[in-house]
């Protein structure tokens, strides 16, 4: 079992900058493939970003190439989404996610809350 706890949402102007933390507990991850995925109102949840814990490799959505960063501190076993140039449409609730790679297997946080005002 993983717990997840996100933090670091927020109300921001468009253009602006936020940065969410994901602090993971409960089991090591070095098998496992962090990810953020986000839900706006009336949406369907999305792919953002996701990053391969043991060697750092990344993938994006193109809707936020080039804008967002994914990242990991293994000393604190935490995931962050550094996220600049935001827009209204970024607006949504966050989602962090952990999964055994080769495996179904996938845990989620609570979410936390992205607002993007133009």
């Known amino acids: 079992q993983v717990q997840l706890v996100e933090s670091g949402g927020g109300l921001v102007q468009a253009g602006g900058s936020l940065r969410l933390s994901c602090a993971a507990s409960?089991?090591?991850?070095?098998?496992?493939?962090m990810g953020w995925f986000r839900q706006a109102p009336g949406k369907e949840r999305e792919f953002v970003a996701n990053?391969?814990?043991?060697?750092?490799?990344?993938y994006y959505a193109d809707s936020v190439k080039g804008r967002f960063t994914i990242s990991r501190d293994k000393a604190k076993n935490t995931v962050y989404l550094q996220m600049n140039s935001l827009k209204p449409e970024d607006t949504g609730v966050y989602y962090c996610n952990a999964k055994v790679q080769g495996s179904s297997l996938t845990y989620w946080g609570q979410g936390t809350q992205v607002t993007v005002s133009s």
């Open positions: 409960g089991r090591a991850l070095r098998s496992y493939v």
């Open positions: 990053i391969q814990w043991s060697v750092g490799s990344t």
